[in-house]
Nanobody, 122 residues
Framework: DVQLQASGGGLVQAGGSLKLSCAAS????????IGWFRQAPGKEREGVAS????????YYADSVKGRFTISSDNAKNTMDLLMDTLQPEDTAVYYC???????????????WGQGTQVTVSS
């Protein structure tokens, strides 16, 4: 089974930076979309950024464009989210996610890592 382990959250002042990391185990897929979601108190979970294996394209929510950068290391099965110029409205629990089809499999899976708290103080 694929498992995702997120790390790197914390408390930072507005304008600061944090890097979140997500390590995958049991991951043997060439067909996937991996990314980060976040959920703030009282709000729905929203997509923040993602990478597609089909063409390497990236997606960013409008609210984070130009401030967040998603990257992945296929050799290490890791994914990072570098968050710059953080604002109080970025405060949320951040989740890494993989939507994938394991090599040799016919079905797609959707896997969530545990959340990591990011708190940005004003």
């Amino acid at each position: 089974d694929v498992q995702l382990q997120a790390s790197g959250g914390g408390l930072v002042q507005a304008g600061g930076s944090l890097k979140l990391s997500c390590a995958a185990s049991g991951f043997t897929s060439d067909d996937y979309v991996i990314g980060w979601f976040r959920q703030a108190p009282g709000k729905e979970r929203e997509g923040v950024a993602s990478i597609s294996s089909s063409d390497g394209s990236t997606y960013y929510a409008d609210s984070v464009k130009g401030r967040f950068t998603i990257s992945s290391d296929n050799a290490k099965n890791t994914m990072d989210l570098l968050m710059d110029t953080l604002q109080p409205e970025d405060t949320a629990v951040y989740y890494c996610n993989a939507n994938l089809r394991q090599n040799g499999a016919s079905v797609w899976e959707n896997v969530w890592g545990q959340g990591t708290q990011v708190t940005v103080s004003s």
